[in-house]
């Protein structure tokens, strides 16, 4: 049974920096694009930041150089370093795998965590 399991969401103010961690199991994470989506209250679910098996990442262009993906294979863990926040990035944080790239990003990923809120106050 897969699971991701998110941590590191809360309160901070706007030009703060928070960490998202996600560690997964019951997957060959080596093997598995990783990623993030966000939903904002009363949006849709958005593509932010992915990482492939063999570390190519890419972002959504609202956070590029301001977000960094990555991962640890030996801890199974990816994680989001989210900086120079913005009130528009409160939102519940949620990991996601897929064995394909492309998919992950393009088409609804193979597993789901149940996410982390993250709240940037102005």
């Known amino acids: 049974q897969v699971q991701l399991v998110e941590s590191g969401g809360g309160l901070v103010q706007a030009g703060g920096s928070l960490r998202l961690s996600c560690v997964a199991s019951?997957?060959?994470?080596?093997?598995?694009?990783m990623g993030w989506y966000r939903q904002a209250p009363g949006k849709q679910r958005e593509f932010v930041a992915a990482?492939?098996?063999?570390?190519?990442?890419d972002y959504v262009d609202s956070v590029k150089g301001r977000f960094l993906i990555s991962r640890d294979n030996a801890k199974i863990t990816v994680y989001l370093q989210m900086n120079s926040l913005k009130p528009e990035d409160t939102a519940v944080y949620y990991c996601?795998?897929?064995?394909?790239?492309?998919?992950?990003?393009?088409?609804?990923?193979?597993?789901w965590g149940k996410g982390t809120l993250v709240t940037v106050s102005s």
């Open positions: 990482i492939t098996s063999g570390g190519t990442t």
């Open positions: 996601a795998a897929d064995s394909s790239p492309t998919d992950l990003i393009t088409k609804t990923p193979d597993y």
């Open positions: 019951g997957l060959t994470f080596g093997n598995y694009a």
